[in-house]
C-alpha cells in the first residue's frame, strides 16, 4: 500500500497501542463475512472512523470494501436462501429470516451496481488482454513478413 493515511487522535479512540499493521485484510475479511462495519472495526482493533477515513483516503481501500460488502451480500443471499428452504431448526434463533429479507432488499440496489462495475472491470482487462495479443500477432507478422523480405533480397543478390 505505498504512504500511509494520516489519522486524527480523535479518530484512533478506544484503538490499543501498536495497531496490527495487518488491519485492512483482517477488516475487510469479517466486513465480508458479517457485512457489520463496527463488528469488523472490533475484530480488527479499530475504531470504526480509521475505517471510513482510509475508505475515503485511499481508492484501493474503497474498491476492496465494496468487494467486501458485495461477497457479505452475497454469502446473506445464499444463506437465507438455505433456511428458507430447509428452515432454520428449533435451536437456531439467531438467524432471522424475516430481517435477512429485509436487508437484502435493501441492499439490492448497491449489489447490483458493485456486480455491473465489477463486470465493467471484468470486461475491459479482457478487451486489453484481447488487444495485447492481437497487437503482439501483428508484431510477429510484420517480423515475418520482414524476414521473408530479407531472405528474398539475399536470394536475388546471389543470382
Known sequence: MGSQTKIKPQ??????D???RHWRGLFLDVLAE????????RMAGINPSRAYKVRRAEPRFRTD????LLEGYEHLEMETLHRL???????DNKFDVANALRLLSLHKETAAR????RDEEDEESVLA???A???AMRAREAEVKRMLADDEQDGHGSD
Open 129 to 131: 488482454s484481447l488487444n
Open 18 to 20: 501498536g495497531l496490527n
Open 65 to 68: 470494501w465494496q468487494e467486501a
Open 85 to 91: 428452504r430447509f428452515g432454520t431448526g428449533k435451536e
Open 133 to 135: 495479443k492481437i497487437d
Open 114 to 117: 458493485a456486480k455491473a462495475l
Open 11 to 16: 479518530l484512533k479512540a478506544g484503538e490499543k
Open 34 to 41: 458479517t457485512s457489520n462495519v463496527s463488528a469488523a472495526a
